[in-house]
């Protein structure tokens, strides 16, 4: 297996720490004080701060130019209340960190002690700790930055924990990922009536049960195929608790998931075009709204080489998945950006699935995602 860091206990510690105090999305002040705390310790050349609001960039540089490769780590946690009662559980009610995000930080902060320790030799590596993840405003707002846009990656990286998969197995895959994520939020506006009279009214029911309905029609649940498509029903409101009267505006939401940008697309020019055919249909004034967006992590073919070399070197077990992962992750839309990849780091088999309440990342792997970072680094800068 990899080869053993000294600085494990440190990194477990931290981890443990930033377990204790979750932040939610675009919150993440203090999380970003503690990180910026231990940089300090192994200080990098170049340290930019609140970037699309809470990230942080740290640049180590080479002697000399060359390529320059980002390694992304995220910084929220999840509104879920933690049920574990070890130690270092949150201490904050209804918050906690249920995918896994304070072990990648963790990951991240060990390869920069990595990279103080042993600089590239030519051109730079960039940690990018990105805030807001889970609500998929983060990527956005941090390549949105001015600052951000001046780094140019050649290579962008990521991982991501994988409960159900052995501990320290790589899983890679060119290609799509995991899927594209859009959800769609839908008010539609008639008039309000007596309960009695409907007909002087226009009330929105029967829409509703059609889009649903036809929204529901483009579910395709066999993601081998191109128009993979799972379509799930989320929230639904109509009118008030008052049985005399007819409503007279209802709102709707649907989360939609697809294994590629372009099904994406035409997925959601379909829903839109349903909206606006069935509000025609009973008179309706109708809003569309897509909100929390995750791009597909499209993987290039040279940067899941870079990492399947790594693990090899390494001797860490590799696993080829056929097809994509159908949740969302918003490096994605670094991957549209640069070439890049997002790969899986296994978590144990018997480890709680990602935001179950009783999920824990296990420290265990945390040397082994410092390993493949820094094995991949210093391929690109030629480090070795």
Not at 337 to 347: K, R
Request: with cysteine; proline share 4%.
């Amino acid at each position: 297996m990899g080869t053993f860091l000294p600085d494990f206990i440190e990194l477990q510690e931290l981890r443990k720490e930033l377990h204790q105090f979750p932040e939610l999305s675009g919150k993440e002040f203090n999380t970003a004080e503690r990180i910026v705390s231990f940089l300090q310790k192994y200080p990098p050349d170049e340290l930019v701060t609140t970037v699309g609001k809470t990230g942080i960039l740290a640049t180590y540089s080479g002697e000399v130019l060359g390529q320059t490769v980002l390694f992304r780590c995220e910084l929220d946690a999840l509104p879920i209340n933690e049920i574990n009662i070890f130690n270092y559980r949150s201490e904050t009610k209804g918050i906690s960190h249920k995918c896994g995000h304070d072990g990648h930080i963790a990951i991240l902060c060990g390869l920069a002690k990595q990279l103080y320790l042993n600089k590239p030799k030519k051109g730079k590596v960039v940690l990018l700790f990105q805030p807001a993840e889970e609500d998929g405003s983060g990527a956005k707002k941090v390549a949105n930055d001015i600052r951000f846009q001046q780094v140019k990656p050649d290579y962008a990286f990521a991982l991501h924990n994988l409960p159900g998969y052995s501990k320290s197995q790589i899983v890679i895959k060119e290609g799509t990922f995991t899927c594209a994520v859009n959800s769609i939020i839908i008010k539609l506006k008639g008039i309000t009536s007596h309960a009695g009279e409907p007909e002087n009214g226009i009330n929105p029911a029967l829409a509703m049960a059609e889009i649903t309905t036809e929204f529901l029609q483009l579910t395709q649940p066999l993601i081998a195929q191109d128009n993979f498509c799972i379509v799930t029903p989320i929230y639904t409101a109509m009118g008030k608790k008052a049985y005399g009267v007819s409503a007279g505006e209802g709102e709707i939401h649907f989360t939609v998931r697809s294994n590629s940008n372009n099904q994406m697309r035409i997925v959601e020019a379909k829903f839109e075009n349903f909206v606006a055919e069935k509000a025609a249909k009973y008179h309706l004034a109708h809003t569309i709204k897509w909100t929390q967006s995750f791009q597909a992590n499209e993987n290039s073919k040279d940067a899941v080489a870079l990492i399947e070399n790594a693990a090899l070197i390494n001797d860490y077990s590799i696993l080829k998945k056929e097809h994509p992962f159908t949740w969302g992750e918003d490096f994605g839309l670094f991957t549209q950006l640069y070439s890049g990849a997002m790969f899986g780091l296994g978590s144990g088999e018997d480890t709680p699935a990602l935001h179950n309440p009783d999920y824990d990342f296990p420290d265990e792997i945390i040397t082994t995602g410092v390993t493949m970072f820094h094995e991949i680094s210093k391929k690109i800068t030629n480090a070795q």
